[in-house]
């Protein structure tokens, strides 16, 4: 089992960058995919970004359209941490934001492919 803790979060200006943290415990972490998703009041949880670990090395990355060029995903097996870093951020980017975990995902963009979530860290960037 994987618990999932995020930080990170706060008030930022229009272009400018936060860095959102997710702590797991458990000892079969980088066994698992790992994604960031969000979702606004009123709406549906959506993807954002994911990345499959593999042998040692970074085997897959996938972005949302709508971040791609200014969110990273990143991740530190050793460390059970997985980031994501947001620059050039919008107001439109503005809600909570969540880590989640996957066992062998087929479609990482997927939210019913994630077995574990955190509780979310809000994001709020001002114009």
């Known amino acids: 089992q994987v618990q999932l803790v995020e930080s990170g979060g706060g008030l930022v200006q229009a272009g400018g960058s936060l860095r959102l943290s997710c702590a797991a415990s458990?000892?079969?972490?980088?066994?698992?995919?790992m994604g960031w998703f969000r979702q606004a009041p009123g709406k549906e949880r959506e993807f954002v970004a994911a990345?499959?670990?593999?042998?040692?090395?970074?085997?897959?990355?996938n972005y949302a359209d709508s971040v791609k060029g200014r969110f990273t995903i990143s991740r530190d097996n050793a460390k059970n941490m997985v980031w994501l870093q947001m620059n050039s951020l919008k107001p439109e980017d503005t809600t909570v934001y969540y880590c989640?975990?996957?066992?062998?995902?087929?479609?990482?963009?997927?939210?019913?492919?994630?077995?574990?979530w955190g509780q979310g860290t809000q994001v709020t960037v001002s114009s």
């Open positions: 990345l499959r670990w593999s042998s040692g090395s970074i085997y897959y990355t």
């Open positions: 989640a975990a996957a066992r062998g995902a087929k479609q990482m963009s997927t939210i019913r492919e994630y077995d574990y």
């Open positions: 458990g000892r079969t972490f980088s066994s698992y995919d």
